[in-house]
């Protein structure tokens, strides 16, 4: 799968959307704030194990970068692959 497939799909997910979102707000995240904020924020009751793999497909996507800190895991938000996806189409406008 090339790497526009795997952001498609990682962002085909409502939850990883989710997850994008509250990285977007607060970027470097633990796995536990992480649930915490979707349970509290959007309501949803999904397991850490859940959450995990969501984000392990965002990282296989180059969409969440994780940085080992000690014992905690912290994740940041990429949003070079989304650029690079919509270079592809954008045009570039020349001054007449």
């Not at 924020?41 to 793999?53: D, E």
């Amino acid at each position: 799968m090339d790497d526009g497939a795997k952001v498609f799909k990682a962002l085909a997910d409502p939850t990883r959307r989710k997850i994008l979102d509250e990285l977007a707000d607060r970027d470097g995240q633990t796995l536990f704030e992480i649930c915490t904020r979707l349970t509290m924020k959007h309501q949803l009751g999904l397991s850490r194990q859940a959450i995990s793999q969501h984000l392990e497909v965002l990282i296989g996507a180059g969409l969440v970068i994780g940085r080992r800190e000690g014992r905690y895991k912290f994740h940041h938000l990429d949003s070079g692959p989304l650029e690079r996806l919509t270079d592809r189409w954008r045009r570039t406008t020349k001054e007449t």
